[in-house]
């Protein structure tokens, strides 16, 4: 029976060695390929018309900023970093684009940190003469209901709280969309 066992045990061990050598597969230690990453639309966790998700984060003036508590108001979240060139290339046109212009219509406006804290926010926006609120999300807390990756990236949440616009990156053509969309729901 012993010598039955090892014929039996040999057998199996040689079906373990060949079958992926018959499958096509020569080289059963190397790696599966990474998926791609997602595209910014596959990152994106909200969509127009939903409810935006409700959050708080602390603001450099040593305040709280919670979402739902400016219900009734129209209100653009900016998401960045100080270390992304796109973030840095469009805070100048936030600043007399948007926030000059529409300010005191009645926008509340708040870029959010993303990952940062104030140490390194606070010189960033007083280096750019930055004007409007500016609030810390240190462990994403709060992105992570918005994306899972991409910035910038701007979220218009209307009056009712519902998001109106949304955007991710810094283009020309979709700031341009975003001031129209502002203007529109101040204009209602």
């Known amino acids: 029976m012993s010598h039955i066992l090892r014929v039996i045990t040999l057998a199996f061990l040689i079906t373990l060695l060949i079958t992926p050598a018959l499958a096509g597969d020569t080289a059963p230690e190397t790696k599966a390929e990474e998926p791609a990453p997602p595209t910014p639309a596959e990152a994106t966790l909200t969509k127009v018309g939903q409810i935006a998700p409700d959050f708080t984060v602390a603001t450099l003036a040593g305040n709280q900023f919670t979402l739902s508590k400016q219900k009734g108001q129209l209100v653009l979240i ?30 509340v406006m708040i870029s959010i ?23 810390l999300d240190p462990e994403r807390v709060a992105y992570a209901n918005y994306a899972e990756a991409y910035i910038p990236r701007n979220t218009l949440v209307g009056p009712d709280g519902t998001i109106i616009f949304q955007s991710e990156g810094f283009e020309a053509e979709d700031f341009q969309a975003m001031i129209r969309a502002i203007d529109s729901a101040l204009s209602e």
Do not use: S
């Open 78 to 107: 900016n998401w960045f970093a100080t270390w992304c060139p796109p973030c840095k290339e469009e805070m100048p046109h936030l600043q007399k684009e948007v926030w000059e212009k529409f300010g005191p219509r009645g926008l």
């Open 113 to 135: 940190a993303r990952q940062e804290k104030a140490d390194v926010v606070a010189p960033f926006v007083k280096q750019r003469q930055l004007t409007w609120t500016f609030g």
